[in-house]
């Protein structure tokens, strides 16, 4: 599939999906949004597809929806900004107070290479890892133009922390790479051009594992946020069980036994 607002790759069991709007940088146009759910999509759909990386060119990684191009399409945003929520909830992008990224079936990473606020720091939030450029910025800007953020108020304070949710979502305030990743935002910071190569050596070391524990996993943390404790454990437990039945844990068995690096193949 062809893609005009943003790249899709895939190489080694690792799918790239970088936003390509540089000159906004990488505001999200409604054909943005459309675009980045069909990529997400056939991201999911994928077998070869083991682990997901998010990016942006030039000097932002998303400023979030491109004001602009929406009040001119449009004639008002706030005509616009239902047609957007409209359209994310068509095309998965926000599926019960969630998005495609939260519902994606295979680990994510966020490769942050320059400023994240708006919807762009949303989608960061909705990647299951963070990698940062020390040129990143993050910010939860919604307050400032009478909105609220959408999947913020559930990931953040998860995040770093109750208060510190509080104090980014009801200020505005935009931090620095350094300020994320002390307070938990992001799982690591490195200089900038060493960015892809950090992300996609996180993402390597991830997709070398068995396919379908790799997902159950993932699969399984997201359901203890909010199962139970009996739901939970009967979920891993049914989890565990098909898992002990898979060739990938055989070969894993067997690598082990015979000293050697295993060749999972997702059966």
């Known amino acids: ?72 399409a449009g004639g008002g945003l706030a005509a616009d900004a239902r047609a957007i929520r409209l359209a994310r909830l068509e095309h998965g992008m926000d599926p019960g107070g969630g998005g495609a990224l939260l519902h994606l079936n295979k680990p994510t990473i966020a490769a942050v290479n320059g400023a994240a606020v708006g919807y762009g720091c949303e989608l960061t939030l909705m990647c299951d890892m963070r990698i940062a450029s020390e040129k990143a910025r993050f910010g939860e800007v919604y307050l400032r133009v009478g909105l609220m953020p959408e999947q913020g108020m559930l990931l953040l304070p998860r995040m770093v922390g109750l208060g510190k949710a509080y104090e980014l979502l009801l200020t505005g305030d935009i931090i620095d790479a350094a300020e994320a990743e002390r307070i938990g935002m992001v799982n690591k910071v490195v200089p900038h051009d060493q960015l892809m190569t950090a992300a996609g050596e996180l993402a390597t070391k991830i997709a070398k594992n068995p396919p379908l524990t790799i997902r159950l996993t993932k699969e399984a943390v997201r359901k203890g946020l909010a199962l139970p404790l009996e739901l939970f454990l009967s979920y891993s437990g049914q989890a565990s069980q098909f898992l002990t039945e898979t060739e990938d844990h055989k070969e894993g068995a067997r690598a082990f036994a015979e000293k050697r690096e295993p060749v999972f193949k997702g059966k």
């Open 1 to 72: 599939m062809s893609y005009d607002d943003l790249i899709y790759a895939k190489e080694d069991h690792i799918a790239t999906i970088t936003l390509n709007r540089p000159e906004r940088m990488n505001a999200l146009t409604m054909k943005t949004h459309s675009e980045l759910a069909q990529a997400l999509e056939e991201a999911k759909n994928d077998d070869e597809v083991r682990v997901l990386i998010l990016t942006g060119t030039g000097r932002g990684f998303c400023s979030g929806d491109d004001v602009g191009e929406i009040m001119i």
